[in-house]
C-alpha cells in the first residue's frame, strides 16, 4: 500500500498593515425613518417647514446684501486680502447671521474649548466631515477662508456669500489645481496674519463619522500649528449625515427643518504645534493630529479615501454591491505601487468573476469558472492564498492584494518560458491541443479533463498550435495561472521531498512502499531534465516566488 502523503503546511504571514479596516464603508448612512418618526416629521414639518423656510430666505438674502457691500469695489479682488471695515463687516454681520439661521432652524449648538487666534494657529482642522451643516464652524470662528470648488462662486446668492470670505478655489479643469491649491493655502498661512485664519475639512468627502478616514496633507504642509475641532450630532434621530449613499440633499434639509430642534456639539482641542520631525513629515503631521482627534472622538481610523468612493460609484454601476470597492486605495496602491486607473480595470474583471456570486464576493466554484478549470488540490492552495481571512470567498481588497502579491511577481518572462518550456513537449517551439492537455490533466490529477475551451481561448490565430507569444499575451493578462504554475510545481516539490523523507528513514537495503507501489515518473508529470532538474531543486525554488505579505 502507498504511503499516505504528510499534509503540506503552507507558511502564510500576513502584514498587520494589510488587515481589513475596522469600519468596513464609511461612506454609507442606510439609516431610515420609522413609521412613528415619519409621522411626527410630518406634523411638526406642517408648522415649522414653511416657517423656518421664510426665515432662512430672508436671512440668505440679508447676507447676500451684506457680502456685496462688502465686497463692492474691492481692490485687487481675490488676490488681496480684505481689510478694515471689509473685513469687520465679513466677521459681524455675516457670523451673526449665521449663527441666527441656524438658531431659527432648531440647532442647539454647544461649544467646547476655546477658539485659537490667528497667530496662535492660521489653520484650524475639522473633522469629522459628515454634513453641509459643519459650515457652523464658520461662525464660531469669525468667517474664516475656506476651500472651495471653483465652480461654487458662481452659484447665484450663495456664490456671493461665498467669495466675500476669499476661499481658496479648487478648479477640476486645472490639471495644477491640486498643486495650486497647496501653494496658495501656504501662502496664506505664512502671510503673519495679513489674510484671515483658514479652515479645512483634511477628510476631504463625507463620511458617516463612524471613523476617521485618511487626512490630505494640504493642512500640514505648510508646516505651522493648527488647532483641530471636532464635530458631533448626539441626536436620537439622524437627518443630518451627508454621504454618498443615503439621503440626498434636499431630503436632509427638509427633515431637519421639520424637526423641533437638533443638537450639535463643537470641540476646540488644543492647538497642535508641530515638531522639527512633523515639519519636515506632513503625513506624520496628519497621521498624528488625526491619531489625537480620534482619541477625543473615541472611534478608529481607517485609510479610505474619496478615491475609495470613486471606486465604490463604480462598483455599483458594475452591479456589484458598492461597498466591493472599498479598499482603502491610499494605503494599498502605496505599499502595491498602484494607480487608480489600474485598480479601476481590476475592478472589471473581479465583477465579471462575481456576477454569479451573491454578495460580491468569489466563491471556490467562481474562481474554478473564470479560470476554466475545475475544483483541485493545486486550484484550492491558490484561492487559499488570495483568501486572507479565511472566511471562504474572496472580496476586492484581497482580490487586489493578492493579484498584487502573489501573481504578478510570479508572472515573470522566466516563469512563463519555463511554463512554455514544460508544455512543449516535442520542443518544436510550439504547443498542441493534446501537449496541453496532457500537462494540465496531469497538474489536476484528472486525467479525463476536457480543456479544449481554454486551449481555444489561448489559441488567438485558431491555428490548433500556441505560438510562445500567444502563451505569453495570454499569461501577462491572466496572472492567476502564474501563481497556479508556481503553486503546482511546489507541490511538486514537497511530494518529491517527502518520498525522499521515506526513503532516508527506511532500513538499509529496503525500499519505500510508495517507490515500490508508484514510481516518481508516474505521480508527477515534471520533465525533470526541462524544468525541474533533480540536482537543482534549489536554485528552480524561486519559481514559487513566494512574499510574505
Not at 519505500?512 to 505521480?523: G, L
Request: proline share 7%; net charge neutral.
Amino acid at each position: 500500500m502507498a504511503a499516505a502523503m504528510a499534509p503540506r503546511v503552507l507558511p502564510l504571514p500576513r502584514q498587520q498593515s494589510f488587515s481589513p479596516p475596522p469600519v468596513p464603508n464609511p461612506f454609507v448612512h442606510p439609516g431610515r425613518l420609522s413609521a412613528g418618526d415619519k409621522l411626527r416629521t410630518v406634523l411638526q414639518g406642517i408648522i415649522l417647514l414653511p416657517l423656518r423656510a421664510i426665515c432662512i430666505i430672508l436671512i440668505l438674502l440679508l447676507a447676500w446684501l451684506s457680502a456685496s457691500v462688502a465686497t463692492c469695489c474691492q481692490p485687487g479682488r481675490g488676490f488681496l486680502p480684505l481689510k478694515g471695515w471689509r473685513r469687520r463687516m465679513i466677521q459681524t454681520t455675516l457670523s451673526g447671521l449665521t449663527r441666527t439661521a441656524y438658531f431659527l432652524m432648531g440647532f442647539q449648538v454647544k461649544v467646547k474649548g476655546k477658539v485659537a487666534s490667528l497667530t496662535e494657529a492660521p489653520i484650524f482642522v475639522a473633522a469629522p466631515h459628515s454634513s453641509f451643516f459643519d459650515a457652523i464652524i464658520c461662525a464660531l470662528t469669525g468667517m474664516p477662508s475656506i476651500v472651495s470648488r471653483a465652480e461654487n462662486l458662481s452659484t447665484p446668492v450663495f456664490g456671493t456669500i461665498l467669495s466675500s470670505l476669499q476661499p481658496v478655489a479648487v478648479s477640476r479643469q486645472d490639471p495644477d489645481s491640486r498643486k495650486n491649491t497647496v501653494a496658495e493655502i501656504t501662502r496664506r498661512a505664512l502671510s503673519r496674519g495679513q489674510w484671515p485664519q483658514i479652515l479645512i475639512f483634511p477628510e476631504g468627502t463625507c463620511t458617516n463619522r463612524s471613523c476617521l478616514i485618511t487626512f490630505k496633507q494640504g493642512a500640514f504642509i505648510p508646516r505651522v500649528p493648527v488647532q483641530p475641532v471636532l464635530l458631533r450630532y448626539p441626536n436620537k434621530l439622524d437627518t443630518v449625515t451627508w454621504t454618498w449613499q443615503g439621503y440626498s440633499f434636499k431630503e436632509l434639509c427638509i427633515m431637519t427643518l421639520c424637526q423641533v430642534f437638533t443638537r450639535l456639539e463643537v470641540e476646540f482641542l488644543p492647538v497642535h504645534v508641530p515638531t522639527e520631525e512633523e515639519k519636515n513629515d506632513p503625513i506624520l503631521f496628519a497621521n498624528r493630529v488625526r491619531q489625537t482627534m480620534a482619541n477625543a472622538l473615541n472611534v478608529p481610523i481607517t485609510d479610505h479615501t474619496f478615491e475609495d468612493c470613486r471606486l465604490m460609484i463604480s462598483a455599483g454601476q458594475l452591479t456589484l454591491p458598492m461597498e466591493a470597492g472599498l479598499v482603502e486605495f491610499t494605503k494599498i496602491s502605496k505599499k502595491l505601487n498602484l494607480k487608480w486607473n489600474h485598480v479601476r480595470e481590476q475592478l472589471d474583471t473581479f465583477a465579471a468573476i462575481a456576477s454569479a456570486s451573491k454578495g460580491g464576493r468569489i466563491g471556490i466554484e467562481e474562481f474554478a469558472e473564470y479560470l476554466k478549470l475545475p475544483i483541485s488540490d493545486v486550484l484550492k492552495e491558490l484561492f487559499l492564498l488570495f483568501d486572507r481571512n479565511g472566511d471562504g470567498t474572496i472580496d476586492f481588497r484581497e482580490y487586489v492584494i493578492g493579484l498584487s502579491i502573489l501573481c504578478n511577481p510570479a508572472n515573470t518572462e522566466e516563469t512563463i518560458r519555463m511554463a512554455f518550456k514544460l508544455f512543449d513537449m516535442d520542443e518544436d517551439g510550439t504547443i498542441t491541443e493534446d501537449e496541453f492537455a496532457s500537462i494540465i490533466q496531469s497538474a489536476l490529477r484528472l486525467p479525463e479533463l476536457d480543456v479544449s475551451v481554454l486551449f481555444k481561448e489561448i489559441d488567438a490565430d485558431e491555428t490548433g498550435k500556441l505560438s510562445y507569444e500567444e502563451f505569453k499575451n495570454f499569461a501577462l493578462k491572466h496572472p492567476e495561472y502564474a501563481k497556479l504554475f508556481t503553486t503546482y510545481l511546489d507541490l511538486q516539490r514537497h511530494q518529491l521531498g517527502v518520498f525522499e523523507e521515506q526513503d532516508t528513514e527506511l532500513p538499509k537495503g529496503k525500499h519505500s512502499p510508495a517507490r515500490s507501489t508508484a514510481p516518481v515518473s508516474e505521480t508527477t508529470p515534471l520533465a525533470r531534465n526541462k524544468v525541474c532538474p533533480e540536482g537543482n531543486e534549489e536554485d528552480s525554488s524561486s519559481t514559487s516566488d513566494k512574499k510574505d505579505d
